[in-house]
């Protein structure tokens, strides 16, 4: 049975973020507009939160409450009496077409028949403001509208937030249901303590509530693990990418080195607009670069020395430099007869589970022939940058307007998920098979949906997920 629609108004002093508290609680970059400009919002907005497929929540974007101090002046000159009730002032305000209509309370008219509309408004309030007279006459004007009030404190992840001092002053007001939501920095726990909140001032409710709380956790989970497994997907396709090349020509080498390069590159940039989308994020959202070929394009080439270094990638020296940085050349055998190299190739691969892929590489090898790939560090690399991306963008308010940068330095946000000291064995499973890789094997091929790689990049995905979790309960 479908319930009676839940309406909530969100209200506030122009510009405390009435519109980003929207954007980030619907997951909705594009809901209205966010602007530093003041009165950006000049009409009620709405937009509706589907709950379980059946129960919904309309949320009301309001105009700002631009001239609280003379509007609360204006309702107190309407009272006929000292008993007049609250809610009595604010109706004969609204039935006062010369002050509503087009005059100077236009814009509080909206806000006010849209909280009278609806069954509970958030007052949202800017932290880093001081507490000024317009704060208190704003709170008094919604108390007489005889709606429940829950004050939201934004911008709280701000150095600049005076929280300890609004909650101070919320109480004196005999506000103690305040929830902290800052919509650019995204909490998970402060989501759900807001939803907590509303929830036991609406208790008719309550199932509604419940509904959403446990689909957010859902969405939440769902969301690391459908992460986790786009960049084990992105780590089995360049960790099983090789190419074969003869060692005499070292025009075909270089040849082979650029090409490799752009081809793991333009497949991580896949990749970071996978998570983007999937986020629901913008391409121009990240920018971790000064200077990005393209945006949402790492700004640091991966194949680079800095690119090591700004993630934390220790190298030996040899390791970090040269026209081949971050690749390897296999070199495993050499100065045995063909007959000595199969047979020690299918012992190896005896071993390790990959007897025919081993034989084939020492006998390439014996040919003048060997492998370029990607090495461990560049690996390495590869994984913890697409780890950071995806705290980054669980961390982040869709009202954000300033891009992810990641990196090491003061203009950046440091990586909160250090490179792993070993690589998962999984990597090594897919060095083995080439085939595994989209880079080497046209779209279709069978093997990229073979049961041995999806049950890889299965164990890969939950090490992936293992490590966004743990960074996400150390803050």
């Known amino acids: 049975m479908t319930r009676p629609a839940l309406k ?18 619907t997951r909705d ?9 003041p009165a950006t919002t000049r009409q009620v907005e709405g937009t509706t939160l589907v709950v379980d497929g059946r129960d919904l929540i309309e949320l009301y974007d309001t105009p700002g409450l631009e001239d609280s101090i ?6 107190n000159a309407l009272s006929t009496d000292r008993r007049s009730a609250g809610i009595d002032l604010v109706n004969r305000f609204l039935s006062d077409r010369e002050a509503v209509a087009g005059g100077r309370f236009a814009q509080e008219a909206k806000a006010i028949r849209q909280v009278l509309a609806s069954d509970l408004a958030l007052y949202v309030i800017d932290a880093r403001d001081r507490v000024l007279g317009k704060h208190r006459d704003e709170l008094e004007i919604l108390a007489r509208c005889a709606k429940p009030v829950v004050p939201v404190l934004n911008f709280i992840a701000s150095p600049e937030a005076q929280t300890a001092v609004w909650r101070e002053h919320l109480s004196r007001a005999g506000m103690h249901a305040v929830a902290e939501f800052d919509t ?26 419940n509904a959403l709380i446990d689909e957010r956790r859902r969405q939440r989970d769902h969301m690391v693990r459908a992460s986790a497994a786009l960049v084990a997907d992105l780590m089995i396709d360049v960790s099983a990418y090789a190419v074969n090349v003869p060692l005499d020509d070292q025009e075909q080498v270089q040849s082979a080195v650029n090409d490799l390069k752009q081809r793991v590159r333009e497949r991580e940039q896949r990749c970071v607009e996978q998570l983007l989308d999937l986020h629901r994020f913008r391409l121009s959202d990240f920018q971790p670069g000064d200077l990005p070929l393209t945006e949402g394009r790492w700004g640091v080439d991966l194949f680079s020395p800095a690119a090591l270094k700004q993630f934390g990638v220790r190298t030996g020296g040899a390791a970090a430099a040269g026209a081949m940085i971050g690749l390897t050349v296999d070199a495993m055998v050499g100065g045995m007869s063909l007959g000595a190299a199969t047979a020690t190739g299918a012992a190896i691969g005896a071993v390790l589970g990959a007897g025919q892929a081993h034989a084939k590489r020492l006998i390439e090898r014996l040919r003048g022939r060997t492998e370029l790939r990607c090495d461990d560090n560049t690996l390495r690399l590869l994984l913890t940058r697409q780890a950071n991306l995806v705290y980054a963008l669980l961390r982040r308010g869709h009202a954000s307007m300033t891009p992810i940068r990641l990196g090491s330095d003061h203009q950046r946000q440091s990586p909160m998920i250090e490179p792993p000291r ?37 164990r890969l995905t939950d090490q992936v997920y293992d490590i966004i979790q743990q960074a996400n309960r150390r803050v």
């Open 29 to 37: 970059v594009d809901f209205g507009e966010v602007s530093d400009r």
């Open 184 to 209: 650019v920095v995204l909490d998970e726990q402060s989501e759900i303590r807001l939803l907590e909140i509303l929830r036991t001032l609406l208790d008719r409710h309550q199932g509604t509530f």
């Open 422 to 458: 070993r690589l998962p064995h999984e990597l090594g499973e897919a060095k083995l098979r080439p085939q595994w890789s989209h880079l080497t094997v046209p779209r279709h091929h069978t093997a990229l949906t073979s049961q041995s790689r999806r049950a890889v990049q299965h």
């Open 8 to 25: 909530i108004a969100v209200v506030g002093h122009t510009n405390t973020g009435k519109t980003s508290l929207l954007r980030t609680l």
């Open 70 to 75: 003379a509007l609360l002046d204006h309702l």
